[in-house]
């Protein structure tokens, strides 16, 4: 990757977490922690890596996504506005009555490949819309985003027996491990272990990456197995890119005055106007 | 019993309610457990976890939870178990109904943001068909919470109370109905108001809501009797007859859809009797996301809607 697709990429991420937390600013509270950590993930997978038309959200042959931790809608929304599915002011309708953005995605919404919002349950729709390509000889990729603590739910260990066991090598599973989940940390909450051991174990092709690496992510969700699904460990940040939501214990889900979304908008716009 | 009801809200939020009534179950009998499934923070107990091991935090994941507790119940424990209430009932529905209901291993769940409640949390967090899936599990006892005084009841006796016991309460605003202290029987409702040309049968954020609709048809010249069943499984149905007979019309209002809650059991209580029913209930229809006070109007779960009905039977 030459140093300016390397910046595109960053630059395209910082972009990203603007409109994500333009999004929940509308509202005045949201999943703030959960949507920044994936905004690299995204700005890697629908600049470089995923086939789509924004034109065409229905296209069969797309490659497909599931965010399965649902609740990092605002971040998918934001890319969906800036890839061109929606219009950039209707992230501003996040919550509100009639919207087509709830705080968990909704595949009403064009270019919503996947309802979610009950976490675990992403897994094997994905799984399934996988296996629905490959059996209908579609040459097409799913890409399931999960969470760390989400993947305290068995349903998410039956769905990756079964896309290993069926050798689905069209299904790239990235599991954000930001080492968060709600109640606090996954150490206090419920230890995981070695996640990537894990997927290993289960059968999956398995590489970790730092969340906000545009290149090894790129790389990462590049990967081609013959015969096995691909995992992504992605050693990431909750809040990443905003400083105080970084450093804040309780990012999860964020009610905020506006003057303080502004700070981290300005920080968000400040790294953007450096990076030329 | 006492009824207090002024129609403001309570400035106590359920959440902080309790954990102070789970420590003192706690403090009076060393069997009780509280389980949570990664909502520690909306269950109001996060403070309490890491400094007892009879909190315990089950990460994200429900259905073992609830199998958790059903095995805890079986070596002795008196298990509570919370979660969101779609994540309470549906979510982990084969491990109630089975592991402690089948197999009589005595737990309470308790499911927070009970229909319209979920407002933000949107159409994935609202369950209307809660009430609807416990009522089926044999010999379940099922509270739609209505205020602080009932829920600090229920949780109350609940540890001591066999088979599998339900509770679906907000974790926010409520609006007293009881005076502090009332003690619940289960299966025993409470007239918190008297009527003679009909009755409104209201659960949980819709006993409120009916005492506002009798209020405005009193101003009418219309006297509506209010029943707050506690328990919609076992229900009063005693009650609710004696009540159908004086006053020959019978309203259901519940946060929940019509089929399978309190509707489908108040109807159930009915059978064969000469009188006019009419329900306000959610319509065969899955939940949205929005402020609480839109999703109200949406769902026509309002006090003008029981006016209606009762003015059109
Ligand atoms: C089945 C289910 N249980 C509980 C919840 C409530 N909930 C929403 S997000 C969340 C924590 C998610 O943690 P994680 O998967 O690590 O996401 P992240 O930290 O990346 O935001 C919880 C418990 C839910 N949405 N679905």
Redesign the pocket.
Known sequence: MTLEEKKELQKFALQIRIATIECIKSRGFG?V???L??ADTLAVLYKRIMNYDPKDPGLETRDKLVCS????GPAVYGTLALCGFIPYEQLYTLNQPATKLPS?CDRTLPGIDCTT?????GTSQAVGIALGDKLQGRDCRTFLI??????N?GQCWEAAMFAAGKKLNNLVWIA?W?K????GS?EEILPQFDLAEKFKAFGFDTVTVAGDDVEGLYEALSRRSEDKPIAVVLDSV?GRGVKAVEESAGN?SMNVAPEVFDEWLKELRDKLAEMG | MKIVYTGEKDSRQYKSVIPQVIDKVMQADDKVVWLD???MGCSGTKGSYGKSDRYINCG?A?SNMAGIAAGLAASGLKPYAH??G??VSR?CFDQVFLSAGYANNPITMVGTDPGITAAF?GG??MPFEDVALYRCIPGAIICDCTDVPMLESFLTQAKDLPGVKYIRVGRKDSRQVYEDGTQFTVGKGNVVRDGKDAVIVASGIMVHEALQAAKKLAEEGIDVAVIDPFTIKPLDEELIRTYAEKTGKVVSAENHNRIGGLTSAVEHALIGMPVKFGYVAVEDEFGEVGPQDYLRTRYDLTDEHIVNVIKGM
């Open positions: 999943h922690g959960g949507s950590s994936i931790k649902g609740h990092a968990h919002g009950s976490l675990g349950q999960t969470g760390d603590g989400e993947l739910e954000d930001n968060r989940q709600l109640d996954l909750k999860h | 499934a990664d909502l994200i429900e979660s969101f779609p994540f979510r949390n994935t967090h």
